[in-house]
């Protein structure tokens, strides 16, 4: 077994769930694992971000989604007695302890909790009110996050309520440090009789720009081939994809990346409401990450060659 499944073709035994199986029917079995449950999620996300393989949401244990609830009537139950819908905890498996999702189906019960965890005291007075302008944000998104219900509450007694949506910070380093590319800006033009036509701003780690126009076939293509000419750096794309994270007009969508140098593999991601944008930034993720590896690589050559010298 392995840590998410991950093994070639179909993959292997999830390792979290025989290891939580074993676990919670500890009366039933006469075995024990003698693993730190509460590492499973850590390490699968470890795992994930090494390999560049995404964990599905509804992946059993160590999913997102494993131990959340949006409906109202779970959400009540659930803040009343954990165990009416959950034969382990969240905490058990090292996730968040508090997984109360706010979409359209939860009750006031559950949104009113949140508000009070995050510091609101609600009057009587007010709470049809929040509770009509919640829905109405819960219908323009999949699910509301603690950034929209500040942002509810700050604009509550306006006659529109705006909903934060925070923008992925493109290019993000992989090392912990400053990435080696950022995309300053994205220009694209799209006609029904032309190639489309981009430009693109690429700001480098060392605080100087390159900005390169080019035509494609499609805004993607487009957009790839002008950041293939900003940072020049030699590599194959192997894999595209997009997948919708939410629901509705302003949805947001998950485009990932997979480029190729060498024998290696490098995996991007990125979510924007503007999924043109997205495959910009994700395309720029996975040209970071290879970035980073091909310095990696020459600081351990470095190293190398000086210990070797040391020697001679």
């Known amino acids: 077994c392995t840590i998410n499944g991950i093994g070639e073709r179909a993959g292997n035994a999830a390792l979290e769930e025989i290891v939580m199986a074993l676990t919670v029917r500890a009366d039933q079995f ?18 994930s971000a090494a390999t560049g393989f995404p964990v599905q949401p509804n992946k059993a244990i160590v999913g997102s989604n494993a131990f959340s609830h949006e409906a109202g009537i779970h959400q009540h ?25 706010l979409g359209r189906h939860s009750g006031r019960h559950g949104l009113f909790n949140r508000l009070d965890a995050l510091g ?4 009587d007075a007010h709470r049809d009110e929040i509770y009509d302008r919640f829905l109405d944000l819960a219908d323009q998104k999949k699910e509301v996050f603690e950034e929209d219900l500040k942002q509810m509450m700050e604009n509550f007694g306006s006659d ?59 805004p993607v293509d487009a957009i790839y ?17 997009i997948r919708s994270i939410s629901e509705g007009a302003d949805a947001q969508g998950a485009v990932d990346v997979t480029i190729r140098y060498g024998e290696n593999q490098f995996a991007g991601t990125a979510r924007n ?40």
């Open 120 to 123: 609101y005291e609600v009057s």
């Open 160 to 218: 529109a309520v705006e909903s934060a949506k925070g923008l992925p910070d493109n290019g993000a380093a992989t090392n912990g440090g400053t990435p080696a590319y950022r995309l300053d800006h994205l220009s694209v033009q799209i006609t029904t009789d032309e190639d489309s036509q981009v430009s693109v701003q690429i700001r480098r780690d060392d605080g100087s720009t390159r900005t390169e126009e080019a035509t494609g076939d499609g």
């Open 30 to 47: 006469d075995a024990e694992t003698h693993v730190h449950t509460e590492h499973l999620t850590p390490t699968s996300q470890l795992v």
């Open 273 to 312: 409401t503007d999924i043109v944008r997205a495959s910009a930034e994700a395309y720029v993720d996975a040209l970071n990450r290879l970035a980073a590896a091909r310095e990696n690589a020459q600081s351990v050559e470095f190293v190398q060659n000086g210990i070797m010298t040391a020697f001679e």
């Open 77 to 101: 139950g659930v803040l009343k007695e954990r165990t009416t819908y959950e034969i382990m905890s969240a905490a058990d498996v090292g996730q968040d302890a508090e997984q109360i999702r």
């Open 225 to 241: 081939r002008a950041i293939d000419h900003a940072i020049d750096a030699p590599h194959t794309l192997v894999d595209y994809s």
